[in-house]
T-cell receptor, first 110, second 116 residues
């Protein structure tokens, strides 16, 4: 079993604050994806990182893939209520599936 | 189609009944996946299709669960003799290639199954 542990599991912050979500594993992944899921919807792909040490920015969101390709982080600057949702990381390597993390539920309070 | 489509969106069934859940993947995507998600939790892998074959069925929780894919496109997940613990959101995803090739998975909106 290739586990991806996310932390924190729950996060409630005020609008305008910054936050970081972590995704950690003991396994090496060839690529890692981040998704956001809103209630009643399927996960929506935010970004894919494939190179160790890679950093990608998507407006106020910054994604980093660890040098050893075992971990990743998502940093949100000046969070807004529209950022509220369940954030999921997912890794792929030699297996037949995308291995999903345990999820981080983010609530941004106006 | 433009995205992954699942039907029905919601299904309420009585314990012991059989249900069929349908997934229409993105056109041209060879890989298709079924996952299950319990309330507010992460995703539990069920099965992976490459074309019409299923090289990985390791996530199916019991022999009451089966899935097929026809024409390299539509997939059906069947749950026989449903139990209350089967209640969950069933998510389908597709990708252009298999997961070993740094591809990206796109999800449908899910089917919320409630067994009463």
């Amino acid at each position: 079993t290739q586990l991806l542990e996310q932390s924190p599991q729950f996060l409630s912050i005020q609008e305008g604050e910054n936050l970081t979500v972590y995704c950690n594993s003991s396994s090496v992944f060839s690529s890692l994806q981040w998704y956001r899921q809103e209630p009643g919807e399927g996960p929506v792909l935010l970004v894919t990182v494939v190179t160790g040490g890679e950093v990608k920015k998507l407006k106020r969101l910054t994604f980093q893939f660890g040098d050893a390709r075992k971990d990743s982080s998502l940093h949100i600057t000046a969070a807004q209520p529209g950022d509220t949702g369940l954030y999921l990381c997912a890794g792929s390597n030699t297996g037949n599936q995308f291995y999903f993390g345990t999820g981080t539920s983010l609530t941004v309070i106006p | 189609g433009a995205g992954v489509s699942q039907s029905p969106s919601n299904k309420v069934t009585e314990k012991g009944k059989d249900v069929e859940l349908r997934c229409d993947p993105i056109s041209g995507h060879t890989a298709l996946y079924w996952y299950r998600q319990s309330l507010g939790q992460g995703l539990e892998f069920l099965i992976y299709f490459q074309g019409n074959s299923a090289p990985d069925k390791s996530g199916l929780p019991s022999d009451r669960f089966s899935a097929e894919r026809t024409g390299g496109s539509v997939s059906t997940l069947t749950i026989q003799r449903t139990q209350q613990e089967d209640s969950a959101v069933y998510l389908c995803a597709s990708s252009l290639q298999g997961p070993r090739l740094n591809t990206e998975a796109f999800f449908g909106q899910g089917t919320r199954l409630t067994v009463v």
